[in-house]
């Protein structure tokens, strides 16, 4: 890949430029609600003749706040009583984790590891009903496949126990090229899982079909992958009942193609519980972007609800600075169509072409997609 003007060394400083970025840029929440049906109170006036009056004070000083700082925080949740002397989980990131393990030393998590905890609490959610997460793009080179690859790893990563596949629907997809298997198994088709009549309904002969990156996602392929025919919007039903009914999957990624004329696109959608949207940061990537949400939205019915619960992804193909402002993209994104905005910025790892590991990612680009997981995980309807 061409890294233009740039030397190695400043490649690698350019994640930098990243981290004190907001990583998801979400819609204004409602306003407060104002209660004005209620009467304002006053005291009466032999409340106001016996209240007692202090002397005049000084007013403390801001040591005696310092002082204040490590008292113990009152209930938060109206039921749990304060209570004193209970130990914390101590740093487990960062210089604040090797700090802790001094001698004499107990520091409490900053707010960054606190923020991150709190996103994997959210990827840790109980899903009541396996759920079914679709990708999409208005343009091929927009990132798509490793959105969706990298979203099941990170979510299978986090989710330990449960079982997260990805599959492609996308004929000419490659989403099997881009995977890091653990083992030596052959990459399958769901048009072959699908045809195969004399396929033991258990998850070991399902589980034979799939391939295992390190994070525990499961991948199957699209029908290049063992070139089988082209898939049908009837065997992609079927595949997915397979996966759901006897590999009991709790959530399925569908890659998508780009042909929304296909039955198969249309057949994908309506198994489909959540969008991600996804555009790279060129011009003509979110233009198409823009194109896909207003031709699903003229479709109507399920799609418009779709589309509301969307997640927008931009994902940075080149290094450095583009020719569009990126900001004001999303802001544009988030105020036009009231969704969260995730962007994920260039990295060496993905722009290799070839199989990929979340451990190889930089550590920024991890953390965006820990944020782009918790979103999904959160909007997914119960």
């Known amino acids: 890949?061409?890294?233009?003007?740039?030397?190695?060394?400043?490649?690698?400083?350019?994640?930098?430029k990243y981290r004190n970025a907001e990583f998801v840029d979400r819609p204004a929440g409602p306003p407060a609600p104002v209660f004005a049906d209620a009467p304002a109170w006053s005291p009466s006036p032999e409340?106001?003749?016996?209240?007692?009056?202090?002397?005049?004070?000084?007013?403390?000083?801001?040591?005696?706040?310092?002082?204040?700082?490590?008292?113990?925080a009152g209930p938060d949740d109206g039921n749990r009583s304060a209570r004193l002397g209970v130990r914390e989980e101590g740093p487990q990131q960062g210089w604040r984790m090797y700090l802790n393990k001094l001698p004499g030393v107990h520091l409490r998590k900053g707010d960054d590891e606190k923020n991150f905890d709190r996103?994997?609490?959210?990827?840790?959610?109980?899903?009541a009903h396996p759920k079914t997460v679709a990708v999409l793009s208005g343009?091929?080179?927009?990132?798509?496949?490793?959105?969706?690859?990298?979203?099941?790893?990170?979510v299978a990563k986090y989710q330990r126990g449960e079982k997260i596949v990805a599959a492609s629907i996308d004929p000419l997809g490659n989403i099997t090229d881009r995977t890091r298997g653990v083992n030596d198994q052959k990459p399958r088709s769901v048009v072959s899982l699908a045809a195969d009549t004399e396929l033991r309904r258990d998850s070991a002969a399902v589980g034979s079909y799939l391939l295992t990156d390190s994070s525990g996602l499961r991948v199957l392929g699209s029908s290049s992958a063992d070139g089988a025919t082209f898939l049908t919007s009837e065997n992609l039903e079927k595949a997915h009942s397979t996966l759901?009914?006897?590999?009991h999957f709790n959530l399925t990624v569908l890659d998508f193609g780009l042909n929304i004329d296909s039955s198969v696109y249309h057949a994908g959608l309506a198994?489909?519980?959540?969008?991600?949207?996804?555009?790279s940061t060129t011009a003509d990537s979110i233009?198409?972007?823009?194109?896909?949400?207003?031709?699903?939205?003229?479709?109507?019915?399920k799609y418009i609800d779709l589309v509301k619960n969307a997640v927008v992804v931009f994902v940075q193909t080149i290094p450095g600075k583009g020719h569009i402002d990126v900001n004001n993209e999303r802001t544009r994104i988030v105020n036009t169509y009231k969704i969260p905005v995730v962007t994920i910025p260039w990295d060496a790892h993905i722009s290799e072409g070839g199989p990929m590991s979340l451990e190889l990612l930089d550590k920024q680009t991890q953390l965006r997609y820990v944020e782009l997981a918790a979103e999904v995980m959160t909007k997914l309807p119960d």
């Open 1 to 16: 890949m061409s890294t233009g003007q740039y030397s190695q060394e400043q490649l690698q400083q350019l994640p930098n």
């Open 47 to 72: 409340a106001v003749q016996s209240q007692w009056s202090p002397e005049a004070r000084t007013m403390p000083s801001a040591a005696t706040y310092e002082a204040r700082e490590f008292q113990p």
């Open 119 to 127: 996103r994997i609490a959210q990827i840790r959610r109980t899903l």
């Open 139 to 154: 343009k091929g080179s927009a990132g798509k496949t490793i959105t969706a690859l990298n979203l099941g790893a990170t």
């Open 244 to 247: 759901r009914n006897y590999f």
């Open 271 to 279: 198994l489909a519980d959540q969008l991600i949207l996804v555009a």
């Open 287 to 301: 233009d198409e972007l823009d194109k896909l949400i207003e031709t699903l939205k003229r479709f109507g019915g």
